[in-house]
């Protein structure tokens, strides 16, 4: 006669750390992405200054920064525009 045995069950904090780290993953995953996107393309400032995406930076109070060539600084993402090519 065979036996099933059940897996343990998950503790909570065990459940919670898996999250955790889940999304810290995505997270870092979609920052590689953006740098991936952003590093090297054209791109012009709202305030006019234009140039070369050097560096992308996570910023914990603003989100996306970036670094242009040229420029010292940094500036969120969202103040860039693409230049046409």
């Known amino acids: 006669m065979s036996r099933s045995v059940a897996a343990p069950p998950i ?11 889940t999304r810290a993953f995505t997270i870092l995953c979609e920052f590689e992405h953006a740098q991936t996107e952003l590093i090297g393309k054209a791109v012009a400032l709202s305030d006019g200054k234009a140039g070369t995406v050097e560096q ?5 109070l ?15 993402v969202s103040t860039i525009k693409f230049t046409q090519s």
């Open 11 to 21: 503790s909570p904090h065990r459940s919670l750390m898996v999250a955790v780290k």
């Open 56 to 60: 992308v930076y996570l910023d914990e």
């Open 62 to 76: 603003h989100g996306l920064r970036i670094t242009i060539s040229g420029h010292d600084g940094r500036w969120p």
